[in-house]
């Protein structure tokens, strides 16, 4: 098992790079199943998440290749419908093939995805939204087979703005009879990415970034060439971490529109935060002030995806502040690692307590998820002494080499076996 090693008490200076967002680049890699040629998907992040994508498309029949940041997928001869229940159980993602497979064969067989520590994350918006298009769904047992032999463009009216769901929905859609419209969409840059790549195949898509997207159905589609924008909660990870730490750094490639709400937060608390010609450029010269209450929502509120992180600079702040987590029911676990480094957090339902302290102590803390481990990390580079972070295979699925992006910025960090 690797762990890393956290020598705190550093603070932040120089300049990294964005990568493409994984969360952009998931959907995409699905939707080039949803019709057969050579796409080419360039600023594609080295995660492990990517990996197991490119193996799902694999075990349908695809061709995939990695250079560089290129991967490229040839989608020509897809033998099977059926995402395999191994891959389903690693990674929720995969239900993002459901969309273009229904589309291209008019049938797909999934299994129940993977548990996920944050919540109980359920899928019943996917598939109401998939039924009203005209698919059928059966299951028996953990297998669930959906079949259409048309999808027909109608309104759907989602419950509430999903990502994952807005974004299957578009699949489905892009090549029904007619025309549908997604209202109560998500509208986060993912989605607005998703758009763009369906549009490059041909797709007659819009709306996206809105509240209502429109999709009129095509005929035929084919392969294209797609550039995945930067990775937002990336670079939100690098503005905490630097706020916490203090320091100045430039984020580039990051895009100041995609991260508003966590750039007034961060404002608030002390940081001076400028967008330049190429990224992001963060300074924290202070103890972090106090700030009200910080409520996560869909897209443009405040993003569950950086919650964590920011609880640790408010920990850390001069005064008491609150977090109101109202995404996901369970994503509050980090706090009784946090607690351990000694922050003094207290949790009423859906409402996080925070009373800010001196400092935090190094000790060993283990993540229970992806952002939740990002903020330990950060929480360590904070902290007195040393901090070992055990479980970093969730981190590993959203963050290519963590510790080789603070070192270069000057942070002290190992990883061990
Ligand atoms: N929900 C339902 N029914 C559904 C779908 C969602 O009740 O059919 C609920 C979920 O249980 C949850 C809420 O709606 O409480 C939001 O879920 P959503 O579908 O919007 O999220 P997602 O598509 O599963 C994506 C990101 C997450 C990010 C959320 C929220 C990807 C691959 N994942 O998940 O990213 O937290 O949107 O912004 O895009 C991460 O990267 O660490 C991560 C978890």
Do not use: W
Request: hydrophobic content about 40%.
């Amino acid at each position: 098992m690797e762990v890393l090693k956290i020598d705190g008490g550093k603070r932040l200076a120089g300049t990294v790079k964005v990568d493409g967002a994984k969360n952009a680049a998931l959907p995409i890699l699905a939707a080039t199943t949803i019709v057969g040629g050579i796409h080419r998907i360039s600023n594609v992040p080295e995660l492990r998440d990517i990996s197991t994508m490119m193996q799902i498309l694999e075990s349908l029949g695809c061709k995939t290749k990695r250079e560089g940041d290129v991967v490229t997928v040839d989608s020509t001869d897809i033998t099977s419908t059926q995402i395999p229940a191994e891959l389903m159980m690693k990674m929720r993602s995969s239900i993002f093939l459901m969309g273009p497979l229904l589309a291209r064969f008019g049938e797909v067989e999934t299994f129940q995805p993977g548990g996920c520590a944050i919540g109980e994350r359920k899928m019943d918006i996917h598939f109401s939204g998939l039924e009203d298009l005209g698919v059928q769904f059966v299951q028996s047992g953990d297998s669930i087979k959906g079949k259409s032999s048309r999808l027909i463009g109608t309104a759907i009216k989602l419950r509430f703005p999903s990502v994952g769901a807005t974004e299957n929905l578009m699949m489905a859609a892009a090549t029904a009879e007619g025309m549908t419209t997604i209202e109560n969409a998500a509208r986060e840059p993912e989605i607005v990415d998703l758009q763009d790549f369906l549009n490059a195949l041909g797709a007659r898509i819009s709306g996206a970034g809105t509240s209502t997207i429109s999709v009129t159905g095509v005929n035929s589609l084919g392969a294209a060439e797609h550039r995945v924008i930067p990775d937002r909660i990336v670079a939100g990870t690098i503005l905490c971490a630097t706020v916490a730490c203090g320091g100045s750094v430039d984020v580039l490639e990051a895009r100041i529109d995609h991260i508003e709400s966590l750039v007034k937060s961060l404002r608030e608390m002390g940081a001076e935060i400028e967008a330049h010609a190429n990224g992001i450029r963060v300074s924290m010269n202070q103890r972090p002030k106090a700030i009200g209450e910080i409520k996560t929502g869909p897209y443009p509120d405040f993003p569950t995806d950086l919650q964590s992180q920011v609880m640790v600079i408010l920990s850390i702040a001069s005064g008491d502040s609150s977090i109101k987590e109202t995404i996901f029911e369970s994503r509050y676990q980090h706090v009784e690692q946090l607690r351990l480094m000694g922050a003094e957090i207290a949790i009423e339902g859906e409402v996080a307590k925070i009373h800010g302290i001196d400092g935090l102590t190094g000790t060993k803390v283990a993540s229970t998820d992806l952002r939740a481990g990002a903020a330990l990390v950060i929480a360590g580079m904070v902290a007195r002494g040393e901090t070992t972070v055990e479980n970093l295979n969730h981190i590993d699925r959203g963050y290519h080499r963590i510790e080789e992006l603070f070192n270069e910025l000057g942070a002290s960090i190992r990883r061990e076996s």
